[in-house]
T-cell receptor
Framework: AQSVSQHNHHVILSEAASLELGCNYS??????LFWYVQYPGQHLQLLLK??????LVKGIKGFEAEFIKSKFSFNLRKPSVQWSDTAEYFC????????????FGAGTQVVVTP | DGGITQSPKYLFRKEGQNVTLSCEQN?????MYWYRQDPGQGLRLIYY???????QKGDIAEGYSVSREKKESFPLTVTSAQKNPTAFYLC???????????FGQGTRLTVV
């Protein structure tokens, strides 16, 4: 069965620091890739997505992610975080031949200190 | 405003009772989903529905049931057969099965 691994469960960093969250998946076929964010008390929101084309994807709020097919990875990055980036981040993967079935990673709790 | 409404936000039930969680969407999406979120485990798919009157089991369907009588509604029943029902439940919808999903605010169910 396909699995999605997020490398860090908790990350604490200071404002203006750079952020990189790792995501690896196990499925060998074609996939659609997503990063979602859950701010405290809010619903899960889409940060960015990759379906095809340029493997470097830009999303909202200055986030970007790079799809490296050979490494089965889709890492999320932000060059300079803000306190408002404190949230839980989820990587999600869907096999293109698997209708509707998004597989989520366990999530990474990011805390940005002032 | 278009979106997904889950109610109630918090729900308490006694062990052995069935409980139904509501999910309504006005996005005109065909596909709807139920996920369960537990700390450190991410989101796990319980059930999903591609169209009205059709639904499929996800990865952890045991102890749950759903119905899809209307396009905009996809209620989830947590039955007494669910061994560990206390969790955060998220409903989602999407245009089709291959695009991004949009999520509701969630219902936190506590069974005592």
């Amino acid at each position: 069965a396909q699995s999605v691994s997020q490398h860090n469960h908790h990350v604490i960093l200071s404002e203006a620091a750079s952020l990189e969250l790792g995501c690896n998946y196990s499925y060998g076929g074609t996939v659609n890739l997503f990063w979602y964010v859950q701010y405290p008390g809010q619903h899960l929101q889409l940060l960015l997505k990759y379906f095809s084309g340029d493997p470097l994807v830009k999303g909202i709020k200055g986030f970007e992610a790079e799809f490296i097919k050979s490494k089965f990875s889709f890492n999320l990055r932000k060059p300079s975080v803000q306190w408002s980036d404190t949230a839980e981040y989820f990587c999600a993967v869907r096999e293109t031949d698997s209708w509707g079935k998004l597989q989520f990673g366990a999530g990474t709790q990011v805390v940005v200190t002032p | 405003d278009g979106g997904i409404t889950q109610s109630p936000k918090y729900l308490f039930r006694k062990e052995g009772q069935n409980v139904t969680l509501s999910c309504e969407q006005n996005l005109n999406h065909d596909a709807m989903y139920w996920y369960r979120q537990d700390p450190g485990q991410g989101l796990r798919l319980i059930y999903y529905s591609q169209i009205v009157n059709d639904f499929q089991k996800g990865d952890i369907a045991e102890g749950y049931s759903v119905s899809r009588e209307k396009k905009e509604s996809f209620p989830l029943t947590v039955t007494s057969a669910q061994k560990n029902p206390t969790a955060f439940y998220l409903c989602a919808s999407s245009v089709g099965g291959y695009l991004e999903a949009f999520f509701g605010q969630g219902t936190r169910l506590t069974v005592v």
